[in-house]
């Protein structure tokens, strides 16, 4: 029996284009050096891809990315906001 939580690990359905790689209709950008640890990430044809993000960088840009398994946002004293990394255990937990 498929376990309930089970993430879906690969970009079914996705096809390299002349734009870039299709998935669902929408031109994936590989991600970024912030994206490094996080397991929405997925390799495709030696790069890596992010499913849930069609542009990393763009996310990134902002602020901390929302959807990242491996950091999360927090603001530090001065009120800056802090890339904080997620400890295994955490990970582990939010995978329940
Ligand atoms: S979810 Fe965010 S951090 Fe993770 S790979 Fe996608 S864009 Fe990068």
Same mark, same amino acid.
């Given at each position: 029996?498929?376990?309930?939580?089970?993430?879906?690990?690969?970009?079914? !359905? %996705?096809?390299?284009? %002349?734009? +870039?790689?299709?998935?669902? !209709?929408?031109?994936?950008?590989?991600? &970024?050096? @912030?994206?490094? !640890?996080?397991?929405? %990430? &997925?390799?495709?044809? +030696?790069?890596?891809? $992010?499913?849930?993000?069609? @542009?990393?960088?763009?996310?990134?840009?902002?602020?901390? $990315?929302?959807?990242?398994?491996?950091?999360? %946002? +927090?603001?530090?004293?001065? +009120?800056?906001?802090?890339?904080?990394?997620?400890?295994?255990?955490?990970?582990?937990?939010? !995978?329940?």
């Amino acid at each position: 029996m498929a376990k309930k939580n089970a993430r879906v690990h690969a970009l079914e !359905g %996705a096809e390299m284009t %002349a734009e +870039g790689l299709s998935y669902k !209709g929408v031109i994936l950008e590989t991600v &970024v050096e @912030q994206c490094d !640890g996080c397991e929405r %990430a &997925v390799d495709f044809e +030696g790069k890596n891809y $992010c499913p849930s993000y069609a @542009q990393p960088a763009k996310k990134w840009s902002h602020s901390v $990315c929302n959807f990242a398994t491996h950091v999360r %946002a +927090g603001v530090d004293k001065e +009120g800056k906001v802090k890339v904080n990394p997620l400890k295994a255990s955490k990970r582990a937990a939010r !995978g329940r």
